[in-house]
C-alpha cells in the first residue's frame, strides 16, 4: 500500500501561481511512478503531468506545458507541481496518484493503482 496525501491548493488570481505537494508513505517510493491528474466540476478526470521513478522521463498534457513543472524527491518521498501562469480553466481538484514503475501509459488512469484525497485548486479571473 501507498498512501498519498496532496497539499498547497488554494484560491490565487489568474496569472498566479501555486506549489502543490504530495506526501507519500508505505511501500519504497523510489518503486513508483508519480502522476498528476486534476478534475473539473462536471468533467473527467484528466492526466496533468507525469515524472518516471528516476526523474529523467517527464510527460505533460499539452494543456500545461510550458507553465507546470513536476519534480519529485526521493529523499523526501515527495512529487511537487509548480503550477505557474495559472488560468481560470486550471481550476479542479487536483489528485497524485502513483503506479508502479514497469507500467506504461502514464497518462491514463487506469495505470495508477494509488490515489490520494485530492486538494482544491481555484484560478479567478
Known amino acids: 500500500q501507498v498512501q498519498l496525501v496532496e497539499s498547497g491548493g488554494g484560491l490565487v488570481q489568474a496569472g498566479g501561481s501555486l506549489r502543490l505537494s504530495c506526501a507519500a508513505s508505505g511501500r519504497t517510493f523510489s518503486n513508483y511512478v508519480l502522476g498528476w491528474f486534476r478534475q473539473a466540476p462536471g468533467k473527467e478526470r484528466e492526466f496533468v503531468a507525469a515524472i518516471s521513478w528516476s526523474g529523467g522521463l517527464i510527460y505533460y498534457a499539452d494543456s500545461v506545458k510550458g507553465r507546470f513543472t513536476i519534480s519529485r524527491d526521493n529523499a523526501k518521498n515527495t512529487v511537487y507541481l509548480q503550477m505557474n501562469s495559472l488560468k481560470p480553466e486550471d481550476t479542479a481538484v487536483y489528485y497524485c496518484?502513483?503506479?508502479?514503475?514497469?507500467?506504461?501509459?502514464?497518462?491514463?488512469?487506469?495505470?495508477?493503482?494509488?490515489w490520494g484525497q485530492g486538494t482544491q485548486v481555484t484560478v479567478s479571473s
Open positions: 496518484a502513483a503506479a508502479p514503475r514497469d507500467r506504461g501509459s502514464w497518462y491514463r488512469i487506469q495505470s495508477y493503482d494509488y
